[in-house]
């Protein structure tokens, strides 16, 4: 991306943007957070690439819940990120993608789904 692009992006306010100029806006925030990620916890991720394309899934989740009444785009998104992005290292599914094949993890890093007991399968004693 040219300078002077670059330079008008950081000098417009987050709101006036499309997500499409948010993302130009923050790709190398993304890329150095999932740089960051990479090296720390490499060995759990399938590859570099699922890593950097859960982060931009990420930023579309935080774009989609982002209220623009409550603050600034930039500390929301970096918030949900490295939250979401703990629970993922931790072994959990990104936000809303419970039914579906979406994994960042190796297998063996993948935390089993919690599916509750039936009540009535249980033996009661009194």
């Known amino acids: 991306m040219p300078d002077h692009t670059r330079r008008k992006l950081e000098n417009t306010k987050d ?3 499309s997500i499409d100029l948010l993302f130009q806006k923050y ?3 993304l890329k150095k957070k999932a740089g960051h990620y ?8 399938l590859s570099y690439e699922d890593l950097y394309q859960t982060i931009c899934y990420l930023f579309c989740y935080a774009h989609k819940l982002w209220n623009k009444d409550k603050g600034e785009f930039e500390p929301y998104f970096r918030c949900i990120v490295n939250r979401k992005m703990n629970d993922i290292v931790a072994g959990k599914t990104p936000p809303r993608c419970c039914d579906y094949p979406f994994n960042v ?3 063996e890093y993948l935390k089993e789904p919690y599916h509750p007991e039936d ?5 009661i004693e009194n």
């Open 15 to 17: 709101e006036d943007l």
């Open 27 to 29: 790709e190398p925030d």
């Open 38 to 45: 990479f090296k720390k916890f490499g060995y759990k991720f």
């Open 105 to 107: 993890l190796k297998p």
């Open 119 to 123: 009540l009535d399968d249980e033996k």
